[in-house]
């Protein structure tokens, strides 16, 4: 049986993605026959894998879940102190971890897979998959606010300037934005570098799969044509994008 990098073959098992997966390599979380595990070690499924203690029961039928996370479910795994997390809320029938993060407050489209490779793609900056939000402010939305939002805002805090998007007025109050970035709580720092506060954030779209249809705490699987055109868009154009 070929052997594969043990970053790899935790990314495939759906454990995280192989940067994560190396992280808990160097913090001697992971294990391969007994011994502590090396970043390059090579493994197939004949050897007995552990990951913070656990046994790893090998690869998968790869799945993805569009789940709607509610305002205070955190998006970890490990935060003791996180009073709501997401496997606490939900229990998916295998073990799945989130593609991309919500702020604690924020709610909406997250994506929930055990597909390493997927998780990698979606993450992955450069990739710019769309990623779309309905925002509520405390103040009316003007069109110099929009079209501020649209050209990019300088983030003094980030020392950055985001990237050009595509932003709509839908209400008095609300409007619509869709960024190919993810810059930490991105949205909140432009409005606040704009002299607003944002009260709501729902995310309503993530590349094609839409959260219309779900609940707030509902769960679906993703198929047939709108997971392939997940994955057509995230790993066939993404690596086109990246050369």
């Known amino acids: 049986m070929e052997k594969e990098r043990l970053n790899k073959y935790l990314?495939?098992?759906?454990?995280?993605?192989?940067?994560?997966a190396d992280r808990l390599i160097e913090e001697g979380q992971v294990t391969v026959n007994g011994a502590a595990a090396q970043?390059?070690?090579?493994?197939?499924?004949t050897d007995k894998i552990t990951v913070r203690g656990k046994l790893l029961h090998g690869k998968e039928e790869k799945v993805v879940f569009a789940y709607y996370k509610p305002v205070g479910v955190?998006?970890?795994?490990?935060?003791?102190?996180?009073?709501?997390?997401?496997?606490?809320?939900?229990?998916?029938?295998?073990?799945?971890?989130?593609?991309?993060?919500?702020?604690?407050?924020s709610e909406g489209l997250l994506l929930l897979t055990n597909d390493g490779a997927l998780i990698e793609a979606m993450m992955r900056g450069s990739s710019g998959h769309e990623k779309e939000y309905i925002v509520?402010?405390?103040?009316?939305?003007?069109?110099?606010?929009?079209?501020?939002?649209?050209?990019?805002?300088?983030?003094?805090?980030?020392?950055?300037?985001?990237?050009?998007?595509?932003?709509?007025?839908?209400?008095?109050?609300t409007f619509r934005i869709v960024?190919?970035?993810?810059?930490?709580?991105?949205?909140?720092?432009?409005?606040?570098?704009?002299?607003?506060?944002?009260?709501?954030?729902?995310?309503?779209?993530?590349?094609?799969?839409?959260?219309?249809?779900?609940?707030?705490?509902?769960f679906r699987q993703l198929k047939g044509e709108e997971l392939d055109t997940l994955y057509r868009t995230c790993l066939t154009q993404g690596k086109e994008r990246n050369g």
């Open 11 to 20: 990314a495939s098992c759906g454990v995280c993605s192989r940067r994560e």
């Open 39 to 45: 970043v390059g070690t090579q493994v197939d499924s």
């Open 74 to 105: 955190v998006c970890t795994e490990r935060d003791k102190f996180a009073d709501k997390k997401i496997s606490d809320m939900v229990h998916f029938p295998v073990r799945v971890t989130y593609a991309g993060r919500l702020d604690k407050d």
């Open 136 to 173: 509520r402010l405390n103040k009316e939305v003007t069109d110099e606010f929009v079209s501020k939002m649209a050209s990019g805002v300088y983030l003094r805090e980030l020392k950055v300037k985001t990237r050009p998007c595509r932003v709509e007025k839908v209400g008095k109050f």
């Open 179 to 218: 960024l190919t970035q993810g810059l930490n709580r991105q949205i909140k720092r432009m409005a606040q570098e704009l002299g607003y506060h944002v009260s709501t954030i729902r995310r309503v779209r993530v590349v094609n799969v839409q959260l219309a249809g779900l609940q707030s705490g509902q």
